[in-house]
């Protein structure tokens, strides 16, 4: 078309990409953060504007208002466990939700705390806003966890897989049965025991600390050590290969309990978090009850 | 003899492979060791574990050789026969081995089957479970349920028990539960209020019935004496005015929720912490007053926002017309102060007169100093005497308060002053007879003496004629003296209206009754002990006022010289400004007394003043 051909020839506008890399924190340009603080703002100001007779409390119509704000959104909060299971795409998409999660979870700290007139006590009512308090900054460490330890994660893991790390360990340890065959009783139990202990074990405090003081491994290769240090060298000694194969199974256990770790951080956050919002919603429940119960 | 060693190793996908061996001899060994008959590669094996022979047709012994045992058909020892025939199980380790007789041979065998995996790594393992910290926590859901239900019980379940198990404490003023801890005091939204902290424990005095919001009742279950009504309740919510807007919206919510109107808490916060009760505000007052003739049409008060810029002009309850008897069955009526106020009291008073700091009456005054303690001149206070609390003042009272200048001597015997009684106008009549009955005239110096006497028989008797004739009439001079007493420059008149005799030639004159106001605005309070800072004729214009019937209350104007608005409203500019709220003069549940407001700061006052001399005497003993 004429018209078409005479129109000056625009530059080619740079086609508006949709990156799948932003985080739940990043999603649509921090959209959440801006809408959390804009009702942070709105009820910090309201709180200072409106004079409430003799002073700020939970029962007053402003308390109420912000309280009833507060228990929607903690109920709402509460379906991020229902909604994850039930994955949909688009603006409702899964990472929406949890940057609304998010945002509007850290903006129940100023809803909750000025809902409360800064007025605390032995009390349900103190103890739904503890346990919120607590919800809330378990979330807060897990979106720390969240946001630092993956990089450390995929650098530890260096491209293997779970999978990978264990059959690692299991070729390990089936060439340490082989080497370990020629040797003394004494010094084959030592294999043994470094062969019998199981790589996941150690309990809670070992995994997120890292620290397995008794790790039968390092106990066999070090003793290993200790004896040979006295022998002659033959040469043909079937103890090098041990010791060299307890070496390497040492720092494969090292990079799998540091993925352990990490896995481990990643996770533990959930289980205050989750028992706690259970925790939370029975004393929420309690609380509201007890308000109409004593009206 | 013949052993056959039968090796069973699994393929992937689950079958047997077997490798059969033969060993000849009496003897053979089982260890780890590669030359042994049975090699067991099991680290958990010695290298020369244990030793078979033979003994007899399908009898074998088995004995350790390093002192390691091992296990047979479950039980651990160190050496054992067994009937091949009969079959039995040895465990070495991981490995386990089954003893039988070849069906063909009749040899014995061995079959070998390593039953544990290498190492631990090597058992299986479900990828989706160890890399978690499953089994390390007690679970999400486990301990979710655990704490929901912990919670529920102890601060759900528990109140409503301790609620269920007592219920007559409401509207029994004395009934306590027993001291100790109540579940339901775990809902206490804050502590109670000093008044009321005696109740802490006794939830169920207040809130009487579930899930009902706590009504006046039960607050006058205790307060009989002290909640006395503001208005009729139908006429409150009339004055308040249907709400708009918001308003409109909360009213509707608060009802929607069971929360009538009207009731004691709306005002009268509780759970707001320990300390005082907090005052009412005054926008609690102008929720109603402020406008209120527009919505409540038949009342006769005057709308009221804040004393700074929006109350009406003081209406003093003033005096119509004395009466004799009371004071307080006079009529009496309310007048603005923004007319020419007066008041006809009965008195004739000029104040001008007797303040003025020259002329006769403070001369008089400096005169009777001396006895009187009067100063240059005379001022307010050496008439009007304060009630025992400084509030008001007493009436004024002839005797004590007039009597010392206004003195009603008629008499004098020896040294004694005889004085007409006030008051009572028949005695006044009758003591001016009695005294003019009983005394004769003075008798002239020249009767019957020849000392001063002029010449001539004549004039004596003249003298004595008069002085017949005077003593003759001295009983009619009374009436001439009543007259005079109750006349223009007699000692009645000079104060008092009198009313004028029956009839021409008669004396029995009347003195008008007289009343005095001691308080004249009943709806407000003042104290003026308050204000003793101030001079009486800063407020009261006395000193210009030449006629008793002057009313000389200051108007609002006056008042809001230093008094502002509860937030510092005025009309003009205030230098000492003085916040009022509607508290310090009125009284929502008013009675004769001051208002709750001014007797709280008077409690407190009292308070530092026995706080303060208790330290004083205190730190005298100690100086002691």
């Known amino acids: ?295 | 003899m013949t052993f056959i060693v039968r090796q069973i190793d699994y393929k992937a996908d689950g079958s047997e492979i077997v490798r059969q061996s033969v060993a000849e001899g009496d003897e053979i060994r089982i260890g780890r060791k590669g030359d042994n008959a049975i090699h067991l590669p099991d680290l958990a094996v010695n290298p020369e574990h244990a030793v078979v022979r033979a003994a007899g047709a399908g009898q074998i012994t088995i004995e350790s050789l390093s002192g390691q045992p091992f296990d047979v058909d479950g039980r651990s020892v160190e050496s054992a026969s067994v009937d091949a025939a009969k079959g039995a199980e040895l465990r070495f380790g991981g490995h386990v081995i089954a003893v039988g007789l070849d069906d063909g041979s009749g040899h014995v065998t061995f079959s070998v089957r390593r039953t544990e995996a290498v190492s631990d790594s090597a058992e299986e393992k479900d990828t989706g479970f160890i890399y978690t910290l499953k089994g390390l926590l007690p679970g999400k859901r486990i301990s979710a349920w655990g704490f929901a239900i912990l919670v529920l019980v102890s601060c759900l379940a528990w109140p409503i028990w301790a609620w269920a198990t007592y219920d007559d404490l409401a509207y029994q003023k004395d009934a306590e539960r027993p001291a100790g801890f109540h579940g339901d005091k775990l809902w206490i939204s804050g502590d109670l209020s000093l008044a009321h902290k005696s109740l802490s424990n006794d939830c169920q005095s207040c809130h009487v019935e579930p899930f009902v919001a706590v009504r006046d009742d039960a607050c006058l279950t205790c307060h009989t004496e002290d909640a006395h009504e503001h208005a009729p309740l139908d006429r409150q919510l009339a004055s308040r005015g249907q709400p708009t807007g918001f308003a409109a919206f909360r009213r509707f919510v608060s009802v929607s929720f069971n929360k009538p109107e009207g009731r004691c808490v709306e005002c009268h916060t509780e759970h707001e912490g320990a300390g005082d009760m907090q005052p009412t505000q005054q926008q609690f007052c102008a929720d109603c007053h402020d406008g209120m003739k527009s919505r409540l049409k038949d009342t006769e008060l005057m709308n009221a926002a804040d004393f700074g810029n929006s109350h009406p002009q003081f209406r003093p309850l003033v005096l119509v017309q004395p009466v004799r008897g009371a004071d307080d069955k006079a009529p009496r009526k309310r007048i603005s102060l923004d007319q020419r106020a007066t008041e006809d009291n009965g008195i004739k008073f000029p104040h001008d007169l007797h303040l003025n700091k020259t002329g006769g009456v403070a001369q008089m005054g400096r005169r009777l100093s001396g006895k009187f303690g009067f100063g240059q001149n005379m001022v307010c206070e050496d008439c009007h005497k304060t009630d025992k609390n400084g509030t008001r003042f007493l009436p004024v009272n002839m005797e004590e308060n007039c009597a010392m200048c206004h003195s009603l001597s008629f008499d004098k015997i020896g040294g004694t002053f005889r004085t007409l009684r006030h008051g009572e106008p028949d005695m006044v009549r009758a003591d001016l007879r009695a005294f003019y009955r009983s005394t004769p005239p003075s008798r002239p110096i020249n009767l019957g003496s020849l000392a001063r006497q002029r010449p001539g028989a004549v004039n004596s008797r003249r003298t004595a004629s008069d002085y017949a004739r005077a003593v003759n009439f001295r009983g009619s001079r009374a009436d001439q003296a009543i007259r005079q007493v109750f006349s223009r420059g007699g000692a009645c008149f000079d104060c008092h209206q009198v009313t004028p005799p029956s009839a021409p030639g008669r004396v029995d004159f009347g003195i008008a009754p007289v009343a005095q106001t001691d308080r004249y605005m009943h709806k407000g309070w003042f104290s003026h002990e308050a204000h003793d800072d101030e001079e009486c004729t800063s407020c009261h214009l006395a000193e210009t006022s030449s006629d008793a019937r002057d009313l000389l209350l200051p108007g609002i104007k006056d008042c809001r010289t230093c008094h502002v608005g509860e937030s510092g409203a005025s009309l003009t500019k205030v230098t000492k400004p003085v916040e009022s709220t509607c508290a310090m003069c009125h009284d929502y549940h008013a009675d004769e007394g001051a208002p709750w407001l001014m007797r709280e700061a008077d409690k407190k006052k009292s308070k530092t003043v026995t706080a303060g001399a208790a330290a004083k005497r205190v730190n005298g003993s100690a100086s002691r």
């Open chain 1, 1 to 295: 078309m004429a018209s078409a051909a005479e129109a000056p020839r625009r530059k080619t506008r740079e086609r508006e990409r949709q990156s799948s890399h932003d985080g739940f924190l990043r999603y649509a340009g921090f959209r959440w953060l801006k809408i959390a603080t804009l009702l942070c703002v709105a009820c910090l100001a309201s709180y200072m504007l409106i004079d409430v007779q003799p002073r700020h409390n939970g029962g007053s119509w402003y308390g109420y208002t912000l309280g009833t704000i507060g228990a929607g959104l903690i109920i709402w909060l509460t379906f991020l466990g229902v909604r994850k299971r039930a994955m949909t795409p688009g603006g409702w998409s899964l990472k929406a939700w949890t940057s609304a999660h998010v945002y509007l979870g850290l903006s129940l700290i100023v809803i909750g705390t000025l809902h409360t007139g800064f007025q605390l006590g032995w009390n349900v009512h103190t103890l739904a806003w503890s346990l919120m308090m607590i919800v809330i900054l378990s979330g807060l460490v897990g979106i720390y966890f969240y946001a630092t330890l993956p990089q450390g994660l995929s650098t530890n893991r260096d491209e293997m897989t779970e999978t990978q790390m264990i059959d690692a360990l299991r070729s390990l340890d089936r060439q340490l049965h082989d080497a370990a065959q020629p040797l003394e009783p004494a010094q084959a139990a030592l294999v043994q025991s470094s062969l019998e202990q199981d790589p996941f074990g150690g309990g809670f405090l070992a995994r997120i600390a890292n620290k397995y003081p008794g790790c039968k491994t390092r106990a066999a290769q070090s003793e290993l050590r200790r004896q040979r240090a006295y022998q002659p060298r033959t040469g043909n000694d079937p103890l090098d290969k041990v010791d060299s194969l307890l070496e390497r199974k040492e720092a494969t256990m090292g990079r799998l309990r540091k993925h352990l770790q990490i896995k481990a951080m990643l996770q533990v956050w959930l289980y205050i978090h989750v028992p706690m919002t259970f925790a939370l919603l029975a004393a929420l429940s309690a609380h509201i009850v007890s308000v109409f119960f004593y009206w």
